[in-house]
């Protein structure tokens, strides 16, 4: 098992829609949370960072972690042909290493 | 530059040959790693450097693989004998300092293709 699963995708959702990307992970000493946008032929780009439990949100985005349950969810409200990205969750646990996710891919239908 | 930059972009290669890639960090960053990222396997961490510190090599996959980072600064990847199964794309990123919490500022890659 990966101490990070996450769903491939691909996932197509019309322009509007509430999108909802999820991850699990298994170690429970991990208490640092990223999720990282990839347009592609790019490099990941930081969207949002999470320590410890609970909400964040930054714009149209909202990072969520469930310690109990080791989930880990980003929503994007309102979501664009912009957003047709791959995005990548990372968990850590207070080294410098984080563990990536495989990455879903996000379309954006206009 | 004010981000993080990779040469080449792009790199074909005949199996058995040795490539160098090439990331230069934000100036100032102090960490630097090395990640691979094929298709379906996400960000594999691959080395990291910090400082003067001797590097975390705990990623990199075969003795074919090496890295070093010269002045703190400039670094390169070394893949000795490639193979097909090391076509992939290879990512470099800096961070300010060590540390959880620090963002990794990501380069746009070299995509390496061994024939």
């Known amino acids: 098992q990966k101490e990070v699963e996450q769903d491939p995708g691909p996932l197509s959702v019309p322009e509007g829609a509430i999108v909802s990307l999820n991850c699990t992970y298994s170690?429970?000493?991990?208490?640092?949370f990223m999720w990282y946008r990839q347009y592609s032929r790019k490099g990941p780009e930081l969207l949002m960072y999470t320590y410890s439990s609970g909400n964040k949100e930054d714009g149209r985005f909202t990072a969520q972690v469930d310690k109990s349950s080791k989930y880990i969810s980003l929503f994007i409200r309102d979501s664009q042909p912009s957003d047709s990205a791959t995005y990548l969750c990372a968990s850590g646990s207070g080294t410098y290493k984080y563990i990536f996710g495989t990455g879903t891919r996000l379309k954006v239908l206009a | 530059g004010a981000g993080v930059s990779q040469s080449p972009s792009n790199k074909v290669t005949e199996k058995g040959k040795d490539v160098e890639l090439r990331c230069d960090p934000i100036s100032g960053h102090t960490a630097l790693y090395w990640y691979r990222q094929s298709l379906g396997q996400g960000l594999e961490f691959l080395i990291y450097f910090q400082g003067n510190s001797a590097p975390d090599k705990s990623g990199l996959p075969s003795d074919r693989f090496s890295a070093e980072r010269t002045g703190g600064s400039v670094s390169t990847l070394t893949i000795q004998r490639t193979q097909q199964e090391d076509s992939a794309v290879y990512l470099c990123a800096s961070s300010l300092r060590q540390g959880m919490g620090n963002e990794q500022f990501f380069g746009p890659g070299t995509r390496l293709t061994v024939l």
């Open positions: 170690n429970s000493a991990f208490q640092y």
